[in-house]
C-alpha cells in the first residue's frame, strides 16, 4: 500500500498549525540578588545565569568548593557499571 500521499497530507496540515504556551515571567531581587519567578510552574530561580562562576570571582575558589562541601557533606555512591 502506499501511504506516502496521506503522511504528506497530515504533514502539511499540520505545519499550519501552531502551538502555543505563555508563561508569565517576573523579574525582581531577593536579598540583593536577582531571581526570575515564573506563576506557571510556580517556582523560582536565580537571574544569574553563571552564578557559581560569579560565586568563584567574587569569593575565591577555595571559599566556593568549602561552602558547596560543608552544605553536602555525605555522599551517595550507587553500585554501577562503572565502578571497579
Avoid at 11 to 33: C, D, H, N, R, Y
Wanted: net charge negative; aromatic share 8%.
Amino acid at each position: 500500500m502506499n501511504y506516502h500521499k496521506p503522511l504528506l497530507s497530515v504533514g502539511v496540515l499540520l505545519s499550519f498549525t501552531t502551538l502555543t504556551a505563555e508563561a508569565a515571567l517576573t523579574a525582581g531581587t531577593v536579598g540583593g540578588q536577582s531571581v526570575v519567578y515564573s506563576s506557571v510552574s510556580d517556582i523560582t530561580w536565580t537571574g544569574d545565569a553563571n552564578l557559581l562562576g560569579t560565586l568563584e570571582n567574587t569569593l575565591g575558589f577555595n571559599t566556593v568548593v568549602n561552602a558547596i562541601i560543608a552544605a553536602n557533606p555525605t555522599v551517595h555512591d550507587t553500585p554501577n557499571a562503572f565502578d571497579t
